[in-house]
């Protein structure tokens, strides 16, 4: 990447950190073993393996016997629903695609859950459909859209109280690293994480299965993992993984997020008051530090991305894992039901490494932008019933 892009996508990927690419360095010259082997070079790497393996345990305060490897949060959503496949299956509104659909695909019916302006679930929610025979909830923990986090532990308590056996599953993808993250205290039965949102390589993840839970794998034909996710083991990318979960306990530091979050609020409020018809779709409290959703009245997101992308400046329009998708975010759909505000939304997202000049640099070209983006369009905006923000 270049020194002068300035990166505020990071809720997409983050850029791997060093100790991440010399632990995955020292394997792949290393450590050539098949983790499976008896041999002593396969014991080498399976020593790395469960090395890293209680590295990522540590950081969310689980037993490393209760990880499971698996390519990423998506192949980790699914094989929770996976497990509960015939079963009845209860998601908010603004879960991840991997969760929405394999629930769709999977489950004998999936009860949506509605959520309010913020992007929250209400508890009553939960207590009506707990009400309905759910076997599984899954609420993420926070949003990858919008940042919102939603009291988990509160469900966890209102679902224990349930007479008969209802199991929690949330999605801490973009939580983790951002905040501190205790299986225990949240009282999920499986969570799901991923590397490459905290400085580790893309394609390798984790789900958190709590002893004693129901657990079917999605990948069968071999004895990898104990048996719950067959497939020769990525020595090297899992090293990644474990650097980088080690990284994150030694250097996690309320201050610094606290400082990007100030970061995050300083560019919503030179929004806010410097780009008419500007509107912000994250939450003002209860909210992840480093993701801030901006809508522009009259101006499409996409564009509004490739210009920044053609000023060297890096954004999202929401999920990467939704690109091209023509649809309207349905994160913002089900906060606000109105497509115009979806289609013309915009998501940065920040890093520990993000600066004032960052801000400093999209607030010199992302006015500009919008202004002329909204003379373009067809949208009178002095006839709308919207108001300059």
Known sequence: MKPSVTYLDHAATSPLLPVARTAMLEVLDGTFGNASSLHSPGHAAQNIVEDARSAVAKLINA???????????????NTVTETFRGQKIAVSSIEHPSVLESSRARASEVIELPVDQFGRVDMG?????????????SIMLANNEIGTIQPVSEFSRA???????????????????????????????????SAHKIGGPIGIGALYVRQGVPFKPLI???????LRRAGTTNTAAIAGFGAAAQWCWDNWSCKKWVEVATLRDQLKSRILQTIPYSSCNSPDHGCLPNILNMSFRAAEGESIQ??????????????????GDLEPSHVLMALHHDAEIAHS???????????PADIDRVMSVLPKIIARLQ?????????????PR
């Open 63 to 77: 037993s490393p016997e209760e990880i499971i490897f698996t390519s990423g949060g998506s192949e980790s959503n």
């Open 125 to 137: 929610e939960i207590s009506h459909a707990s009400q309905l025979g759910v076997n599984l909830f």
């Open 159 to 193: 679902l224990q109280a349930s007479d008969k056996p209802v199991y929690l599953h949330s999605d801490a993808t973009q939580a983790l690293g951002k905040i501190k993250i205790d299986v225990q205290a949240l009282g999920v039965d499986y969570l799901t994480i």
């Open 220 to 226: 069968i034909g071999g004895h990898q993992e104990h």
């Open 306 to 323: 490739l210009y920044l992308d053609a000023d060297d400046v890096i954004v999202s329009t929401g999920s990467a894992c939704a690109s």
């Open 345 to 355: 939304s915009i998501r940065f997202s920040f890093g520990l490494e993000t600066t």
């Open 375 to 387: 003379g373009m369009s067809t949208i009178k905006l002095g006839e709308s019933h919207e108001k």
